[in-house]
């Protein structure tokens, strides 16, 4: 099991710059390529990011690349998303996300992420 706990949210106004943490427990996440997943009000969840275990490799969903960077720290456990150039579109609940899928092919796919974590608000004022 891995407990996962994401922080960092906020209020951002459009242009600015927010940076998400997630911090594992319970488990070591170097065993677990990681993603950052978001849904917005009325819309399904949706891929942001995701990172393989070594951190060899990254992979962004189109519409934040360029503008959004995902990273971790396997010593300490930790996952990050470095938000810039927010829009207000980014508006969403931000959900870290651990899965044993190693194939990019299915890293952009929730259905195969095993842990969660509660989210994190992040609102973007125009």
């Known amino acids: 099991q891995v407990q996962l706990v994401e922080t960092g949210g906020g209020l951002v106004q459009a242009g600015g710059s927010l940076r998400l943490s997630c911090v594992g427990s319970?488990?070591?996440?170097?065993?677990?390529?990681m993603a950052w997943f978001r849904q917005a009000p009325g819309k399904e969840r949706e891929f942001v990011a995701a990172?393989?275990?070594?951190?060899?490799?990254?992979y962004y969903a189109e519409s934040v690349k360029g503008r959004f960077t995902i990273s971790r720290d396997n010593d300490k456990n930790m996952v990050y998303l470095q938000m810039d150039s927010v829009k207000p579109d980014d508006t969403a609940v931000y959900y870290c996300?651990?899965?044993?899928?190693?194939?990019?092919?299915?890293?952009?796919?929730?259905?195969?992420?095993?842990?969660w974590g509660q989210g994190t608000q992040v609102t973007v004022s125009s």
């Open positions: 996300a651990a899965t044993t899928s190693y194939h990019s092919t299915y890293l952009p796919l929730s259905r195969r992420y095993d842990y």
């Open positions: 319970g488990r070591t996440i170097s065993n677990y390529a």
């Open positions: 990172i393989t275990r070594s951190a060899i490799n990254t």
